[in-house]
T-cell receptor, first 114, second 115 residues
Framework: AAGVIQSPRHLIKEKRETATLKCYPIPRHDTVYWYQQGPGQDPQFLIS???????DKGSIPDRFSAQQFSDYHSELNMSSLELGDSALYFCASSNIGGGDTEAFFGQGTRLTVV | SQQGEEDPQALSIQEGENATMNCSYKTSINNLQWYRQNSGRGLVHLIL?????REKHSGRLRVTLDTSKKSSSLLITASRAADTASYFC???????????????FGPGTSLSVIP
């Protein structure tokens, strides 16, 4: 069965650079969530989208933005990267419109800012 | 408000023993999920329990949910060294005045199973 696909799996960027993380949800899933997990930390909710509209916003810095496209994939854009942005970024999807609130997670993108 | 707070924060047991981890939350939820994460790796979905369920089993895993106490427990029986990992609970709750769900993770329990 298809799972949530995140790309790239690993990314190394320098301070002040920009990074774009991509998330491809499970087919027919209408909701995407983004999480950030720093070293030794629990995953922190960043932002979510339902049917291509932002549905909730968590502790996402102003330097970050995200959107969900017409094909339901989502991108997290991170600008002016800081060392503290180094983390594992997870994307999850669910089928809220279908009445199933179970979230399925991708393997994550490990971002290292040097 | 914070959802999904787990205790203990760290647990160390001998192989073969049972491990119990607890999760508490503060608001009404639609479901609660337990995940495992090996160091620096992805989240592995273990089990989901819906708000109208009280107990679920999956292999050596047993999850209970007490909505009156807003708490859940994950029991791993006959633990193995390979069970060493961090375990997170995550709650899904519908945002007010929307049909959207928000999934929030608790701080996690670090389980060490000593051979």
């Amino acid at each position: 069965a298809a799972g949530v696909i995140q790309s790239p799996r690993h990314l190394i960027k320098e301070k002040r650079e920009t990074a774009t993380l991509k998330c491809y949800p499970i087919p027919r899933h209408d909701t995407v969530y983004w999480y950030q997990q720093g070293p030794g930390q629990d995953p922190q909710f960043l932002i979510s989208f339902y049917e291509k509209m932002q549905s909730d916003k968590g502790s996402i810095p102003d330097r970050f933005s995200a959107q969900q496209f017409s094909d339901y994939h989502s991108e997290l854009n991170m600008s002016s990267l800081e060392l503290g942005d180094s983390a594992l970024y997870f994307c999850a999807s669910s089928n809220i419109g279908g009445g199933d609130t179970e979230a399925f997670f991708g393997q994550g993108t490990r971002l290292t800012v040097v | 408000s914070q959802q999904g707070e787990e205790d203990p924060q760290a647990l160390s047991i001998q192989e073969g023993e049972n491990a119990t981890m607890n999760c508490s939350y503060k608001t009404s939820i639609n479901n609660l999920q337990w995940y495992r994460q090996n160091s620096g790796r992805g989240l592995v979905h273990l089990i989901l329990i819906r708000s109208n369920e009280r107990e679920k089993h999956s292999g050596r895993l047993r999850v209970t949910l007490d909505t009156s106490k807003k708490s859940s427990s994950l029991l791993i029986t006959a633990s193995r060294a390979a069970d060493t990992a961090s375990y997170f609970c995550a709650t899904a709750a519908t945002l007010l005045k929307t049909s959207y769900d928000k999934v929030i993770f608790g701080p996690g329990t670090s389980l060490s199973v000593i051979p």
